[in-house]
Nanobody, 130 residues
Framework: VQLQASGGGLVQAGGSLRLSCTNSGQTSSSTFSTVAFGWFRQAPRKGRKFVAAISWSGDSTYYGDPVKGRFTISRDNAKNTVWLQMNSLKPEDTAIYYC????????????????????WGQGTQVTVSS
């Protein structure tokens, strides 16, 4: 699974952005549909933090406390795409955002742990001005 994140940019506080994570390789839709996805972010001089995740079935979603109620993760297996809708953005949301995928049929439950993910895309920069 090869992932490519996009959709970052500069936005004012209170604004919205939608990030996309697509399959940039030759992975089939059937394989894409078997992996769980997560979004992580890394602010300058800080470690990478969990943002959101969606199970391989799409039935369950998980969010880090700082983004609950503001961000929404979703997926469309037919389009080989995962989205992160970010609303009510704050300056503290400024970071490089990374998408990641687990091994197929992951059901370990530790979606917030980056080491549970096998595949990573390059990051996309999100900057929120005050």
């Amino acid at each position: 699974v090869q992932l490519q994140a996009s959709g970052g940019g500069l936005v004012q506080a209170g604004g919205s952005l939608r990030l996309s994570c697509t399959n940039s390789g030759q992975t089939s839709s059937s394989t894409f549909s078997t992996v769980a996805f997560g979004w992580f972010r890394q602010a300058p001089r800080k470690g990478r933090k969990f943002v959101a995740a969606i199970s391989w079935s799409g039935d369950s979603t998980y969010y880090g406390d700082p983004v609950k109620g503001r961000f929404t993760i979703s997926r469309d297996n037919a389009k080989n795409t995962v989205w992160l809708q970010m609303n009510s953005l704050k300056p503290e949301d400024t970071a490089i955002y990374y998408c990641a995928a687990t091994s197929p049929y992951y059901d370990g439950g530790y979606y917030q742990i980056e080491y549970e993910y096998e595949f990573w895309g390059q990051g996309t920069q999100v900057t929120v001005s005050s």
